[in-house]
């Protein structure tokens, strides 16, 4: 069994979840930033809509995040990056941007992140910014 998803749009990097001392309650709250959670949202409702299945064993993750290449860029940067001969080095960072698919996709794609045993990501500059997913069996 096979799911793909292409998630259209700029990827999102999971942000720290915000700490501090709330005078109201009288103790610690925690919150974590909007555009975090709004990304986590909209990949589980992209998950949904498409009716893909959820994993019941050890799966393998590949995540493509595509950049698209700066406006501003000449047109011999461009065509080099768009050939993959100049790569992104740029923020968001890779593993951030991983960790906000891994939530988003928990408990809807998988039972649970350690059901993913095998992952493989990539970054990558392209037309247009979007992340494809694909979730198989482990073998």
Known sequence: MIATLTIPGKAQAKQRARTFYNKAVGHISTWTPDATTNY?????????????????????LQVDIFM???????????????????LPTKKPDIDNIVKSIKDALNKVAWKDDSYVVD????KRYAENDSVTITIKEAS
């Open 40 to 60: 986590e949202a909209y990949v589980k409702m992209l998950y949904a809509q498409k009716g893909l299945p959820m994993f019941d064993c050890p799966i393998s």
């Open 119 to 122: 992952l493989i990501a990539s």
């Open 68 to 86: 698209s290449v700066p406006v501003s860029e000449s047109k011999k940067n461009r065509e080099l990056k768009l050939l993959n001969k100049i």
